[in-house]
């Protein structure tokens, strides 16, 4: 049996798809389980998450061999996935296949990269074969921009001018599912890039190639950003937590490439231009993003 953390998430629903499709039995557990069946099907087992009971890691872990999960951000998210790697040792758990942030550290004074390197030295401590991987920046944050690219023709961030090596969020889950099931890679990490480090500005020419109209980039100053997040939905902390990540942007090495979608899956990592051009009904505002 594999376990899938936070199937209802964008991640965690492409790894159990993947799953499905190949014939493994999947048990998610999430806390939200109508939308888990009803994206991925009844052919899924779910079990509620209950963070403040640790006697639900237990139950979701009866029978379970492999353990995927994302090292989420969240304030209280390392106490809690402490507890679920802690509970999934003394399981007997097979196999930890644990998503995380690259650049991630214990000692990181970004939360966003703090909070998963936290994680990250519980895994290693868990006693339990695992892998690592360490994604950069998803194409798919673009989606965040999504309904001002197709309004406005613009999108606007603080990033300062860095270049990243932004990475589709489908080649990140096919290199999870496969870090699951080869023992070659156990006790490895990975950071996980697409194949050119771009800037926004550079995202923004690309996409107006592929949608055939020109988007603009602006660069704003990190309080604009922040107003414009919160009164999007964006919680506070969060808001927070992303404008102190993008302060370190240029001084963490998210420009670099690395071959590792390559070594997992067997194929190149997908383009920004291959990613805009599957997502062209989100940048003109004629498909909701998944979330």
């Not at 999934?88 to 909070?115: F, K, N, Q, T, Y």
């Not at 309080?223 to 808001?239: F, M, N, Q």
Request: hydrophobic share 45%; with cysteine.
């Amino acid at each position: 049996m594999n376990l899938v953390i936070g199937a209802s998430g964008g991640i965690g629903r492409e790894v159990a798809r993947r799953l499905l499709v190949a014939g493994e039995p999947v048990r998610a557990l999430t806390r939200d389980p109508l939308r888990v069946r009803k994206v991925l099907g009844e052919g899924i087992e779910v079990a509620a998450d209950r963070p403040e009971d640790p006697s639900a890691y237990r139950a979701a872990l009866r029978g379970v061999r492999r353990v995927f999960f994302v090292a989420l951000p969240h304030p209280r998210q390392a106490e809690q996935q402490r507890a679920l790697v802690r509970a999934a040792a003394e399981a007997g758990v097979e196999r930890l296949i644990c998503m995380s942030a690259i650049e991630a550290d214990p000692a990181a004074p970004a939360a966003l990269l703090r909070w998963p390197g936290q994680i990250e030295a519980e895994v290693r401590a868990s006693g339990v074969p695992f892998t690592v991987l360490r994604p950069n920046l998803f194409m798919q944050s673009l989606f965040l921009f999504a309904a001002s690219i197709a309004i406005r023709g613009m999108f606007s961030a603080s990033a300062k001018g860095a270049r990243i090596g932004l990475v589709d969020a489908r080649d990140v889950a096919e290199a999870v599912v496969n870090a699951g099931r080869e023992d070659r890679h156990l006790g490895r990490t990975y950071e996980l890039t697409g194949p050119d480090p771009l800037s926004f500005a550079e995202a923004a020419d690309q996409l107006s190639r592929v949608l055939g109209r020109e988007i603009t980039y602006m660069e704003i100053m990190p309080v604009d950003v922040r107003k414009s997040l919160i009164r999007s939905g964006t919680p506070e902390w969060y808001a927070d937590a992303l404008l102190e990540l993008f302060e370190l942007i240029n001084t963490v090495a998210r420009g670099r490439v690395t071959d590792a979608v390559l070594r997992l899956t067997g194929r190149e990592p997908r383009s920004f231009a291959q990613f805009a051009r599957d997502h062209l009904d989100v940048f003109r505002g004629k498909a909701l993003a998944a979330a």
